[in-house]
């Protein structure tokens, strides 16, 4: 089955852009989701389906899905944006979904 | 609105079982296919089980499969998991997620907040 494979962490200023990928091999033939989540609380999506935005998600979080790496992208990043970022998807050769294992983002 | 909400976690010792309940409310259960994810301490989240709306599929993570069973009553909208045999490896806050489906895989927009189990003797 997938193995998501994330970058531990990633640290950044205000304002920079934030580029968080998710490796796998041919995730592009798979959709892929994206969640946030901040200590102590459940996670929240931010893209779905490759880069579609839920509503009440900032402009400045995008997606895409390309190969063999997915990526999340924030914008102008902010110090609310400071949490853990996690990668999905639904393996449907093996039944089983797959969380990568997370890249936790410091804006300095 | 939606709301999910576990209960069932607390202390147990290796080798016991522990029952765990998802009460939703604010959307149809029965029209739903139903998550549990877990999450240790510090680590990232693992998917543990699913089962369909009607409860006629499950499926598992190797990490619990053959030791914890998921299944629901929609008459109470209401999702379970029997854990059992239960191991230190099983410690972790246990959320309740409702399946959305997307153009090409499932993916969760409401998550419940928790319910922690901790396995130690």
């Known amino acids: 089955s997938y193995v998501l494979t994330q970058a531990p962490s990633l640290s950044l200023a205000p304002g920079q852009t934030a580029t968080i990928t998710c490796g796998a091999n041919?995730?592009?033939?798979?959709?892929v989701y994206w969640y946030q989540q901040k200590p102590g609380q459940a996670p929240v999506l931010v893209v779905y389906?490759?880069?579609d935005r839920p509503s009440g998600i900032p402009e400045r979080f995008s997606g895409s899905n390309s190969g063999n790496t997915a990526t999340l992208t924030i914008s102008r990043v902010e110090a609310g944006d400071e949490a853990d970022y996690y990668c999905?998807?639904?393996?449907?050769?093996?039944?089983?979904?797959?969380f990568g294992g997370g890249t936790k983002v410091t804006v300095l | 609105q939606v709301q999910l909400v576990e209960s069932g976690g607390g202390g147990v010792q290796p080798g016991r079982s522990l029952r765990l309940s998802c009460v939703t409310s604010?959307?149809?259960?029965?029209?739903?296919?139903m998550h549990w994810v877990r999450q240790a301490p510090g680590k990232g989240l693992e998917w543990v089980a699913v089962?369909?709306?009607?409860?006629?599929?499950?499926y598992y993570g190797d990490a619990v499969k053959d030791r914890f069973a998921i299944s629901r009553d929609n008459s109470k909208n209401t999702m379970y998991l029997q854990m059992n045999s239960l191991r230190a490896e099983d410690t972790a806050n246990y959320f309740c997620?409702?399946?959305?489906?997307?153009?090409?895989?499932?993916?969760?927009?409401?998550w419940g907040q928790g319910t922690l189990v901790a396995v130690s003797s």
């Open positions: 997620a409702r399946e959305e489906i997307g153009t090409d895989g499932v993916y969760f927009q409401h």
């Open positions: 089962i369909w709306h009607d409860g006629s599929i499950k």
């Open positions: 389906d490759n880069s």
């Open positions: 604010g959307f149809i259960f029965s029209d739903y296919a």
């Open positions: 999905q998807l639904w393996d449907s050769s093996s039944d089983v979904l797959v």
């Open positions: 041919n995730i592009e033939s798979r959709s």
